[in-house]
């Protein structure tokens, strides 16, 4: 034959072998999935168990093919994740109520707040890529020559990121879920070709792949981890000039195409994370990392969460080199042999380590080539350069190898594969019985739950019958004590299977399809571990000839927790207590509402949000909680207090418990403002800047007055004013104390004109200015909050026989003690009329007399016209009805302004030096201040004169350490004094 007819006979192979290939795809058995989104099926059929050889399968029906993103055609990408990852849940003493800190959330370099207290546990892809794209004939080598390389793939804009979240805090780095991540191509263009959802999944396969990480401790930034799933609801845009027959992509027309031709649309996914950036937050890559994934094809009897082929692992045995961390140089390789194609697949995308964090491969221990061969004959498969093969840098991983002759495919399918390095050391090899769930490895469940789970054992790529298998319960919390470990084992178990060991540990054998199946039932597993709700659990399934685990399904058992027949916000089983937690485990909710505080939750916005919220379904990416960390029971009660008689239809009403929390909150918020102004204050060099400075010291004065007056009111129905509790010190930056202003943050820094723009005149915002170009304000005011516990005590005093006025005068602080000037009016409360007169001097003094008059009452404007004076440079007038900012000039120079360190601490300067003395002296005197002021509202009234005494001789010291010069990074600034409590910091 000549080469005309050689070619014909290629192509006609060719098309024959696409044509086997898409055979395999036209299965169209409906499958069971578990989650309600996409029953993407498993094709491993029920059989009963039959009298067979353990690991052969004669008599039982014909193996069904399966397709994943290692077979064509596929897409390969790479480029960047973010996962905004929130870690005050990591740790578990934050979960501990009675002494949870503030620290722990938001100061980074302390306590149990991790790197990102404050994070949205929002995941997303960013900057990716197509890089490489493989046609579905495989004689023909993946290529960059497609209009589809180089076009984005990215988490879509208009849909809610993906949420990253775990089922237990003990068990944070084994179960990661990316929960309802919205994946297309060319996002951002009207004619994106794909859209579809990804299906929930956990993480699989993490391990540490950074062979010398100098010295520190072991972080997620020197790991790597995979996520395989699939994606759902696909739906594809024929006007994208992608899908094009004339000039548009090959592959993607062809992954289209395949999907047209199936009831079904669902794509294979997986994808590798690296590199992820979480020490360094000056880095423009902080909490970014390294991404590179595969898509292709899934068929019905395609697993979601893994690859129903062969595996190769990181040989455990002895002699395998690790170094003295423990690290090995290699990880987890799914492969599969395509007998039609006559292809061995092989997937390196998280097995292979590098030698540092910022290098590249591990070439000392990996050598630069790998060399892939057969256990018994040594036959060759293929081998890669690790330092040039494109599969590697442009194909995540996935390396390709075209076998011989269908010879080789038949030395390959009956022995184990293993992989070398260049000078024949072993670094990977099959393990021979692989299984896996089909379902997700990760559970949490209510007690008396029931949860069934399916395994696949695999030999060969094929699936195994009658192979043994020893599945076992074991805790996996280390927080259990010794004496109730036994007991929380009760909490999971296993019901059916033969007995090994007292129900924990069960024998099952692989029936037709090479599946067993497991059922677990759950009891109360007796609150272990106290502060955190329930136990965890895993579970092991280890070949009974093998006796290797190399991984673990994982369950969280919560405690039961019984719906309350009228669920009241107070008490052991309250919703305060449920709502606290998770306000303290996940603070970047204080910015929407402040789910500790009864006002915040109870704002009718704020309730239809939570309701909202609450009431999705688990796995969409806007449920709340979005840390998952909340059992049946308690969900169900918040529920029903949002939409209980108290709730709906009107403002919930107030108890004589809540009212006192309310005005503790209220000296707490007044408190918060006095560190903000006092440091301004600082800022403000000696003989500059004059009328700012009478400006703002007079509001500093009387929001003093402002907490004498909360307090007195506190104490006049019985409660009792702390100024000394570890939460009482603001911490900055950080929210506002009652969920207040939710949007804003408080900070410490110099005066400026941003200063007072976004802090001070939103602290002090009114409902209504009457200045024109004021506009109406948050309904989370200041004044807002005080009108609330004014309708409270009227209300309160009102129903209760006697009223709520009980309580011993002698505690009253009164203005005997205090100079006379108009903003310094404290008067004790003895009764209802005195209380609303505290009230309304409060607001008053902070937001005006009434929505169209700036003064306070008193002669004065009040605080947000001071500060808007400051701002506009100008004094507020009148002309008219109308106010202005046109009169005499406010002069605001910043030559006449110390450029202070922002939110200063005392680690910010070096040990030994003046700054850091003077700075802790500070921080003594101001919680010198905080003791005399609880004594004053706890019987010893007099000593008020004594706290004006204490703030200058602390202001006095504030003096002397602004003039000090600090070098922050590779600036030089002017140090600035802390408020903070050193007694409670980890290093003074």
Request: proline content about 6%.
């Amino acid at each position: 034959p000549g080469k005309r007819s050689s070619t014909s006979m290629r192509l006609l192979c060719d098309l024959l072998l696409i044509a086997s290939l898409a055979l395999s795809l036209c299965n169209t058995v409906n499958g069971t999935g578990d989650d309600g989104v996409y029953n993407v099926g498993t094709g491993f059929g029920q059989q009963p168990a039959e009298a067979f050889q353990a690991g052969r399968c004669d008599g039982c029906p014909a193996e069904q093919a399966t397709i994943s993103y290692l077979d064509r055609p596929r897409l390969h990408f790479a480029g960047l994740y973010r996962a905004d990852v929130m870690t005050a849940n990591n740790f578990f003493h934050n979960f501990n109520l009675s002494n949870f800190s503030l620290v722990n959330q938001l100061v980074k370099k302390h306590g149990y707040g991790g790197f990102n207290p404050d994070g949205s546990g929002s995941f997303s892809f960013q900057n990716c890529f197509v890089t490489l794209v493989c046609s579905e004939n495989p004689r023909t080598p993946c290529t960059t020559d497609d209009v589809l390389v180089g076009r984005p793939l990215e988490s879509t804009t208009g849909h809610t990121t993906g949420k990253l979240a775990t089922i237990d805090v003990e068990v944070e780095h084994m179960t990661p879920i990316i929960y309802g991540m919205t994946i297309g191509l060319d996002v951002h263009h009207e004619t994106s070709p794909f859209v579809g959802r990804m299906d929930a999944t956990p993480s699989k396969n993490v391990w540490h792949n950074v062979w010398d990480v100098g010295i520190g401790p072991d972080t997620d930034q020197f790991s790597q981890g995979s996520y395989q799933s699939v994606l759902v609801n696909v739906t594809w845009n024929e006007q994208s000039s992608l899908l094009d027959r004339t000039r548009g992509s090959e592959i993607l027309q062809s992954l289209k195409s395949r999907l047209d031709a199936t009831p079904y649309s669902v794509l294979s996914i997986k994808f590798n994370v690296d590199h992820y950036q979480q020490n360094d937050e000056s880095s423009p890559y902080f909490l970014y990392g390294h991404v590179t994934g595969s898509i292709g094809l899934a068929t019905v009897n395609s697993p979601k969460y893994f690859v129903r082929d062969r595996v190769l692992q990181f040989d455990r045995k002895p002699g395998v080199p690790v170094n003295d961390r423990g690290r090995r140089p290699t990880n987890v390789a799914p492969f599969k042999v395509n007998t039609n194609a006559l292809l061995a697949i092989f997937d390196f995308g998280n097995a292979l380590s590098r030698s540092t964090y910022d290098g590249g491969w591990n070439i000392d221990q990996l050598g630069r080539v790998l060399k892939i061969r057969t256990r018994s004959s040594g036959h060759v498969v293929g081998s890669v350069q690790l330092e040039s093969s494109e599969c590697l840098t442009k194909g995540a991983g996935v390396c390709e190898f075209q076998l011989a002759s269908q010879d080789d495919v038949n030395v390959i399918e009956n022995e184990l594969v293993n992989v070398y390095s260049e000078s024949n050391d072993l670094l990977l090899r099959e393990v021979e019985y692989y299984i896996r769930p089909i379902e997700r490895y990760v559970k949490k469940l209510d007690a008396g739950d029931h949860w069934t789970v399916r395994f696949f054992v695999n030999r060969f790529g094929h699936k195994a019958c009658g192979h043994a298998v020893r599945v076992e319960v074991q805790l996996a919390s280390s927080y259990t004590p010794a004496d109730k470990q036994e007991s929380a084992l009760k909490g999971l178990r296993i019901t059916n299977g033969k007995d090994i060991e007292n129900g924990r540990a069960k024998h099952f054998e692989s029936d037709c399809s090479g599946t067993f199946t497991v059922e677990f039932e759950t009891a109360d597993p007796g609150n272990p571990r106290g502060i955190v709700d329930g136990e965890v659990y895993r579970v092991s399934y280890v070949p009974e000839i093998d006796n290797q685990c190399f991984t673990y399904l994982y369950a969280r058992v919560f405690d039961p927790f019984k719906v309350p027949d009228t669920p009241h916000w107070h008490g052991e089983r309250g919703v305060e207590k449920i709502l606290k937690l998770y306000s303290n485990l996940y603070p970047v909710m204080s910015k929407f509402v402040a789910l500790s505080d009864f006002f915040s939750v109870t704002e009718k916005w704020n309730v239809h949000f939570l309701n909202l919220s609450m009431t999705l379904d688990e796995w969409q990416p806007g449920y709340m909680p979005v840390t998952r960390d909340l059992s049946r029971g308690k969900k169900e009660t918040v529920l029903k207090w949002l939409n209980s008689a108290q709730i709906v239809g009107k403002k919930a009403a107030m108890d004589l418990e809540q009212l006192k929390k309310s005005l503790q909150t209220a000296i707490e918020v007044e408190h918060s403002t006095i560190p903000l102004y006092l440091y301004a204050l600082y800022s403000i060099k000696p003989g500059s800047n004059v009328k700012a400075y009478k400006l703002i010291r007079s509001v500093v004065v009387e929001e003093m007055v402002h907490m004498t007056l909360a307090a007195n009111i506190l104490n006049a129905i019985g409660g009792d004013p702390d100024f000394v509790h570890n939460k009482f010190i603001p911490i900055f930056p950080g929210p506002m104390p009652g969920g207040l202003h939710p949007e804003l943050t408080l900070r410490l820094a110099p005066l400026s004109k941003d200063l007072l723009q976004n802090v001070f005149m939103v602290v002090e915002q009114p409902r209504k200015s009457p200045i024109n170009d004021e506009p109406d304000t948050h309904h989370l005011t200041i004044g807002s909050f005080y009108r609330q516990i004014e309708k409270a005590l009227v209300d309160l005093d009102r129903q209760t026989e006697g009223g709520i006025f009980i309580s011993d005068h002698s505690r009253q602080v009164d203005g005997s003690c205090l100079p006379d000037e108009p903003g310094v009016r404290v008067f004790p409360v003895t009764d209802l009329a005195s209380a609303r007169k505290a009230i309304r001097k409060i607001v008053r003094e902070g937001e005006g007399s009434n929505q169209m008059n700036p003064n306070d009452g008193y002669g004065e404007f009040a605080h947000f016209y001071k500060f808007s004076e400051i701002y506009y440079g100008r004094e507020l007038v009148r002309d008219g009805k109308t106010w202005s900012y046109t009169g005499d000039p406010v002069a605001l120079d910043e030559n006449g302004i110390y450029p202070l360190v922002e939110n200063p601490r005392l680690e910010d300067y070096p040990v030994g030096s003046r700054a850091r003395l003077l700075s802790s002296d500070f921080s003594r005197s101001y919680l010198n201040l905080l003791g005399h002021l609880h004594a004053v509202f706890h019987g010893e009234p007099h000593r008020i004169a004594e706290t004006f005494g204490a703030m200058n001789y602390m202001n006095v010291k504030a003096s002397k350490i602004a003039v000090l010069p600090v070098a922050i990074g590779d600036k030089v600034k002017n140090a600035g004094p802390p408020f903070l409590n050193p007694l409670i910091m980890p290093s003074t």
